[in-house]
């Protein structure tokens, strides 16, 4: 009431606006989005980047490429190879988020205190992954920069997850990193795991 001015900008701006910026990784974007807005779509959108994930590692598989006959469609559909791909995808992405929130919980036990904490931060992470969704296209326009464009994709989700935690915890931005080079690590070990078992990753 002093000031005259809303404490946060981006209530006044459209919301394409507010989704450049969130693209840009603007702190004050992912703030507005996370405090201000009642977006409930993380289960969704977590569940809907991790089919494109694994629709994209099941194209990776020679023996999902090498029949192209149309009759298998629906053999296609039926195949386990995508629900095995689905399944590593969802243990890398839960080992990746219990790396972060066990080095976040041993370096500021007081930052996530209370369960609300622990699900604000669970809800940040999953809606930051929103990049996940640019594979399909990167699939879709198939093309000989296909690896350096799912690096950028890879790349640019990690900035993402960290504004996330930088927002939420309202920490530095040292913090996050070290975060998200623990859950890189454990991830990379989950997917070690699967290798010696002789799984496709």
């Known amino acids: 009431k002093s000031c005259q001015k809303p404490v946060d900008k981006y209530i006044e701006y459209d919301p394409v606006i507010i989704l450049i910026n969130a693209v840009l990784c603007k702190t004050q974007a992912y ?3 996370l405090f201000n807005t009642k977006i409930n ?12 994930e694994a629709y994209l590692r099941w194209l990776q ?3 999902s490429s090498q ?3 149309p009759d298998d469609l629906i053999r296609y559909a039926k195949e386990w190879d995508f629900y095995r791909m689905f399944g590593i995808a969802s243990l890398e992405q839960t080992s990746f988020l ?5 080095t976040l919980w041993w370096m500021r036990p007081k930052m996530l205190k209370t369960k609300s904490d622990f699900i604000l931060l669970l809800k940040a992470l ?4 929103y990049g996940k969704l640019l594979l399909i296209p990167a699939v879709i326009w198939e093309h000989d920069y296909t690896p350096l464009c799912l690096a950028f994709i890879k790349v640019f989700v990690l900035i993402s997850n960290s504004q996330a935690i930088r927002v939420t915890l309202n920490s530095n931005r040292m913090l996050p990193w070290l975060a998200i080079i623990f859950g890189l690590i454990l991830e990379n070990g989950v997917v070690c795991l699967f290798q010696k078992m002789g799984w496709d990753v």
């Open 98 to 102: 219990l790396g972060i929130f066990i």
């Open 31 to 33: 703030r507005h989005i």
């Open 126 to 129: 999953l809606l930051s992954s």
């Open 41 to 52: 779509i993380h289960g969704k959108l977590c569940i809907f980047c991790l089919l494109c």
């Open 61 to 63: 598989l020679q023996d």
């Open 67 to 69: 029949n192209i006959d």
